[in-house]
């Protein structure tokens, strides 16, 4: 049996049934010079420009969770790999991510993930 779900429900179960909202805590396209202050020991001006004006790469999402834990997500649709890295300069693939918000087995990638609270 298939069940068509809106995102407005999927949403609605995310926060009900895993006790995740992130509504207003994920930025789409943040300022550079924001995201230099929480990732500055990764990141550079120039290698932050240079992701922005790539025609491979996807938007740039900027997440905050709990306890001051930040993350920066974005797509080479080249690759079809993600890059997700935290303000501790750790690099997570999606699965990582999705295992971390302990929703992995919704079927969904985590740039649709994203994309419910943008």
């Not at 790539?54 to 797509?75: A, H, K, R, T, V």
């Not at 750790?90 to 609270?117: A, C, H, P, R």
């Amino acid at each position: 049996m298939k069940y068509l779900i809106t995102e407005s429900k999927l949403k609605t179960l995310i926060k009900d049934k895993f006790n995740i909202d992130l509504t207003g805590r994920i930025e789409f396209e943040p300022d550079t010079y924001e995201l230099l202050n929480y990732f500055d020991d990764y990141l550079s001006k120039d290698n932050l420009a240079r992701r922005r004006r790539m025609d491979n790469y996807g938007p740039i999402y900027f997440i905050e969770l709990d306890n001051s834990y930040d993350l920066l997500y974005q797509m080479n649709y080249a690759t079809g790999q993600s890059w997700i890295i935290n303000n501790g300069c750790d690099t997570w693939d999606e699965s990582d991510f999705m295992n971390f918000l302990g929703i992995s087995g919704l079927g969904i990638s985590v740039e649709q993930f994203l994309d419910l609270y943008v």
